[in-house]
């Protein structure tokens, strides 16, 4: 039997036109935080990537459990940004790595079976397009016009990001 992640990829990645990178800085409690992640999802299908950012690891997964409900409420993926072993525990839909975080064969080990694993880069490059273990790339050029022929999703940085009180920023599909 095939790979539940290959055969369905398309399909898990259909109608998510938007990857919101959120952190909960600047807010004044977590509700406030939550509230603006639950706005985000009603207009939006999209992925959710939480970024730990000065918080406890015990917060961390506090908070990811939240946002895996909202996403899985209305119908949005939900990642954990560099941190496989928070993808574990959380049993979120996946991970986003950037060159600096652990190797994408590391992060298939820890993570399970089916998750997707995404790549953030500055700049589009074959390697990430050619690699079958990467399911989507995040470039954060928003000036990348080099959309190589890829059938995996390439989100883009938007020029403008929500505004919001939290540093979210947002990347659109391109392929």
Not at 59 to 83: A, G, H, M, P, T
Not at 85 to 91: K, L, R
């Amino acid at each position: 039997m095939e790979n539940f992640k290959v055969r369905y990829k398309n399909l898990i990645f259909k109608n998510k036109s938007l990857c919101v990178f959120v952190d909960n800085i600047g807010f004044g409690n977590d509700d406030e935080f939550l509230d603006c992640i639950a706005n985000i999802l009603s207009e939006n299908e999209c992925i959710i990537s939480f970024v730990k950012k000065d918080i406890t690891d015990r917060k961390y997964i506090e908070l990811c459990s939240k946002i895996k409900f909202l996403c899985s409420e209305f119908n949005s993926l939900f990642l954990i940004s560099s941190r496989a072993d928070i993808a574990f525990i959380t049993e979120s839909s996946g991970i986003i790595l950037s060159k600096d975080d652990i190797t994408i064969k590391d992060a298939k080990e820890i993570i399970h079976e089916n998750s997707i694993i995404g790549i953030i880069t500055d700049n589009l490059s074959e390697n990430y397009i050619n690699n079958d273990d990467i399911d989507f790339i995040v470039c954060e050029n928003e000036y990348e016009k080099c959309i190589l022929n890829s059938d995996k999703p390439i989100f883009i940085k938007t020029k403008h990001d929500f505004n919001i009180k939290g540093n979210f920023k947002t990347f659109m599909i391109k392929s």
